[in-house]
Each structure stands twice: as C-alpha cells, then as structure tokens.
C-alpha cells in the first residue's frame, strides 16, 4: 500500500511537470514530427523546416499564454518562472529565424545532402535550450548542456564535404568534451560538499554551514569554466572563431545568439541563485572571500578588450562576427557585475536588441555568399550599388552592433552603462565598455567602407534577391532601428522578469 502511494504521487508529480512545461512538449513533438514527414515527403526536401517553422510557431502561442506564476517541475529541477520565460522566447526567436534562414542558403541545398536531420537537430537544439534556461539543479543544467552540445557538434560540421566545416566540428567536440569533464567533475565536488544539486538548497547550506572554503573554491571555478565554454569568454573562447568560421553561416547565426543566451541565463541562475544572498540585499555569497564582482569585471574586461583588438585583424566577415560575438559576451558579463535586478534586466535587453541586429548581420553574410561564394571582406567592395536594398540593413546592424544611437543597440549598452554607473566602484568599467565600443567601429567601418567607398566605379552587375529574403531582412533592419527610438516595453518585460525566482 505504501509502495502504491509513492507510484501514485510520482505519476501525479510527472503529469503536473508535463502540464507546466507544454512548450517544451511541443517542441519534442516537432522533432519527432521533423524526422517523420522527413521520412515519408522524401522528394520534398525543406517539408522538415516548415514542421519546424509551425512547431515552434505553436510554441510560441504556448509560451505567451502560459501562466506566469513561478512554479516547479520534476522535483523542482526545473524553474518555470518570468526569467527563464523571457530567454525562451530570445532562444525560439532565434531559432525560428535561423530556419527561415536555411531555407534561402545554397550552401545547405546542394543536389546530395538531405536537411530532415538538420532541421530535427535544430528544434532539438532548441528543446535543450529550453530546459537549460530552467534548470535549478546543476545535473540538470549539465543534461541539458549536453544536449545541446551534441546537436550543435552535427551542426556545425553539417556541410561535412567542406573542409573547414568537419575541423570546426572536431574542434568543437574536442573543446566541448573537456569543458563538460571540468564542469561534472566540480558538480560531483559541490555535491560532495553540500549534499545536494538544488540551487537553492547549496545557497542555504552554504550559508549556514562550516565547510573547507578552499575545497568550494575549487568545483565553483570548474563550474563557471563549463559555462564560459558555452558563451565564448575568455579565456574559455578558443573554439568560437574556428567554429564559427567553418559552420554553416546559419549555425554560426545560431549558435551566436540562441546557444550564447541559454550560457547566459544558466550563468545568471547559477549565481544568483547558488551564490547570493538576499540576506545581504542582493551582494555576492562570498567564497573565500574572494571580490567575486572584480572577477567577473576581470573577465568581462578580457573578454570585451581581446574580442575587439583580434577582431581589427580579421578578413573574413565570419571569423570577424566571432570575434564580434566574444566582445558582445564581454559587455553584457559588465551588467552581471553588479549582480543586482538592474543589472541582470540590462543583460537582458541586452539580449533581446543583440537578437535581431546579429541574426541580420549573419543573414547578409549568407545573402551575399549564395552570390559571391565568397565571406571575404575585400569582396564586399561596391556591394552598396550591387545590393542597395540589403546593403542599407546591413549598415543598420554594424551601428547597432557598434552601440550608437538611434539603433537599439545604443540602448542594450546604455542600460548595461546605467546600471554600471550605479555604483562607484565600477564606474571604471563603464570607461574601458565605452573604449571598447570605439574600438569595435574601427572593424565594423572597414565593413561598410569596402561595400560604399572601394571599387564604386566598378560595381556595374546588380545583385537579385528573392522577395522572401528581402523581407526578411527588413523584418530584422526595422526592430533593429524601432527599439531603438520605442523601448519602453522591452524595458518594462525585461525589469518584470528579474528577482523573479522560484524557490
């Protein structure tokens, strides 16, 4: 009878978690619906991209009328509340266009290569991310992570035909492989301390009980090493140029915004949640007694500075948006910092603005090389008189990738600044973002120089662009530039979706 209850209450406790993580069911349903219709419309070879595109559509409507009350699934492992809410639709967004996006690229539809799996991989990428963002138990972030690794590995050297795409992908599993030993093996040590994987739980055992501080120190790096792996910074970042130079540009694309969002609010929790004490009004559990707002500083500053100086030397518009990619993880590591509501809401911002004017940049990349088979930046000279329409977008993104006014881009790095600037001690970092700002227009100006000012005479052939793809593109350059004047309402989701955690 005993036994009875327990399978009782355990089904009970299951079909509850199912009911609360609906969007996350729809997006298994449309993986397993990818591979079917994949399976039986072999001749119709995007039929898995449309599923994919009406499932995450579905997940979406799913996801906006979900109850917003916090609440816990499977054993409070994973978090249903507005913060993680607010990142699941960056990742849906994200992903929903990168489909959109494959769609147009010749460099997936070749006559050989079927896309069922790729676009499978995609919404179960996507899935992964998902329970990512909502993990509140550090087994739990790691089985996700590793879902969402193990897709992005195929991912990445999808074109498998092309050489930089299959050395891209072995380097990511190769780094993906140590990150993930470093990151169990400091679970395994924090589990070892504190008896437990809840967040919640380490936070208050730590906070009341007398434990080897020095042995803490240790798995927290380890942990905090896994993740930096996952959002390119330094010094965890070797992997991203390679990667994302040899990927499809779409992977690259999604890879840069979706994956990098999940890093980040697996980060956000971790912290927040593990390590800081609301006792305290919000400052950082000290470990040791190590100035854990300076180390992070640390980081960001490393991150931003090494991100924009590399990225100076780089020929390849790609491998130049990686770099790109590293310096804008660095900026928003500047709102984890002060690691209060304010900060934590313009990383946010940060995201939702970083979504449409990234994803925009990519999709010019890929635009231009269905026409030139080229991603070099001296190639892109007199594109601005070949490709004025998509040209104009593309200038829209690299100011607002740059952060000036009156792109969003200039309000994601104000509030970052903003909420810097509220305490004197940082007040310094906000002086090394703006620098790194300047910095980053110098590679961004060579991008635009080279389509407006090179080779102008010469640009006598015009580029033609489907209606869709041009459509596209203005459905990424308008938001980019509407956020920037009208941003009240991001501001106001993004404030409303912080201090929000399920306990």
Not at 331 to 340: A, F, I, Q, S
Not at 384 to 396: F, R
Request: aromatic share 14%.
């Amino acid at each position: 009878m005993f036994e009875q209850d327990i399978i009782n209450k355990f089904v009970t406790n299951v079909g509850e978690s199912i009911q609360l993580m609906q969007p996350e069911v729809a997006l298994l349903i449309t993986f397993v619906l990818a591979l079917v219709f994949d399976l039986i419309f072999k001749k119709t070879r995007s039929i898995a991209g449309y599923v994919a595109i009406l499932g995450f559509i579905v997940t979406g409507f799913l996801l906006c009328t979900a109850d917003s009350a916090n609440a816990g699934g499977f054993a409070q492992m994973v978090a249903i509340d507005p913060f993680s809410n607010f990142f699941k639709l960056i990742i849906l967004l994200a992903s929903l266009i990168v489909v959109v996006m494959s769609l147009f690229s010749k460099e997936l539809y070749t006559e050989s290569r079927t896309l069922g799996e790729y676009y499978s991989l995609i919404a179960g990428m996507t899935l992964a991310m998902f329970l990512l963002s909502s993990s509140n138990n550090l087994i739990m972030m790691y089985l996700s992570i590793e879902m969402m690794s193990l897709s992005s590995y195929v991912l990445a050297g999808y074109t498998k035909e092309i050489k930089r795409a299959s050395e891209a992908s072995l380097k990511y599993v190769i780094y993906g492989a140590i990150s993930s030993g470093i990151m169990i093996y400091g679970i395994s040590l924090i589990f070892g301390l504190t008896g437990t994987l809840n967040l919640y739980e380490i936070n208050s055992f730590l906070a009341n009980a007398d434990i080897n501080l020095w042995a803490l120190l240790v798995p927290t790096l380890m942990i905090i090493a896994g993740i930096g792996y996952k959002i390119s910074i330094v010094p965890f970042h070797f992997w991203t140029p390679d990667v994302y130079e040899g990927a499809p540009v779409t992977i690259t694309a999604l890879l840069s915004v979706a994956s990098k969002a999940a890093g980040f609010a697996m980060l956000i929790r971790f912290i927040k949640v593990g390590f800081v004490d609301s006792m305290f009004g919000g400052d950082f559990w000290a470990v040791l007694h190590l100035d854990w707002q300076h180390i992070i500083a640390l980081l960001s500053v490393l991150t931003m500075t090494l991100g924009n100086l590399v990225a100076l030397w780089q020929t390849n518009v790609k491998r130049l948006l990686a770099y790109s990619s590293i310096a804008h993880a660095g900026y928003m590591l500047m709102g984890l910092t002060v690691m209060n509501d304010a900060g934590v809401a313009a990383v946010l911002i940060y995201f939702f603005v970083y979504l449409f004017m990234n994803l925009g940049a990519f999709f010019f990349v890929l635009l231009i090389a269905n026409k030139t088979g080229s991603e070099d930046i001296e190639d892109y000279q007199g594109l601005g008189y070949k490709a004025p329409a998509i040209s104009v977008c593309m200038v829209i993104f690299l100011v607002s990738l740059t952060g000036l006014p009156p792109t969003a881009g200039f309000i994601g790095k104000l509030y970052i600044f903003t909420a810097l600037l509220q305490n004197p001690d940082f007040i310094w970092l906000a002086v090394v973002g703006v620098i790194n700002s300047v910095i980053s227009l110098a590679f961004y100006v060579k991008v635009f120089r080279n389509m407006y000012l090179r080779k102008v005479d010469e640009a006598k052939e015009t580029f033609k662009f489907s209606i869709p793809s041009i459509v596209l593109m203005f459905a990424l350059a308008i938001p980019t530039l509407l956020f920037g004047i009208y941003f009240s309402p991001i501001v106001n989701w993004a404030e409303q979706s912080v201090g929000i955690f399920l306990r």
